[in-house]
């Protein structure tokens, strides 16, 4: 079964108001949910996620994001920065996943909203489990910055065969849903 995960940088640093969009790094809250999100997939049940490629964008945000996870894995998976990833749009995000060659198993998108977002509602559609129309609700409503999706596709597909609907949302997770407590 081909697997889809997906991560939306986390929260980025708006003080400089002359620094291009591209360039603005995280801001603390970013760096905290980032390293939540490294604890949380080092604490997952069946570990973190194994992607075979990671693709992500250039700009800065993405990149301190997917640097700060990274200690969560061993062994960290290939990755390949794709400037074409930076607030793209959902079809082309889907057309660089068709683009991959049916040896990768697994893939970590790591990007920007809206883009994430359409992309995981579009490709995951109606989902009739209870739990996983909850969580589709809940992903439908907002994405919020350093959040993370794992979709199950069908194994019967290729990449070059993905289609809007065709897949399953299995995890949704959030920083702030998981982030200690200040004081507990």
Known sequence: MK??????HAKSDWTDPKLADHDRPLNPRGERAAQTM??????????PPQPDLVLCSTALRARETLLRV?????????VDYEEGLYLCGEE???DRLKALPDGV?????????????LLARDLCGRQEAP???????????KLPTGSFVAIDLPPER???DLRWGCG?????????????????
């Open 131 to 141: 739990d996983a129309a909850a969580l589709m609700a809940d992903l439908t409503a």
């Open 158 to 160: 290729g990449w070059a």
């Open 168 to 184: 399953r949302l299995v995890e949704f997770v959030c920083p702030r849903d998981i982030a200690p407590k200040v004081g507990a």
């Open 92 to 94: 082309l995000l889907l």
């Open 38 to 47: 490294a604890n949380y997939w080092a604490t997952r049940k069946g570990g």
């Open 105 to 117: 198993g697994s893939v970590l998108l790591v990007a920007h909203n809206p883009d994430l977002q």
């Open 3 to 8: 697997k889809l995960y997906l991560l939306r």
């Open 70 to 78: 990274m200690a969560a894995w061993p062994a960290p998976p290939p």
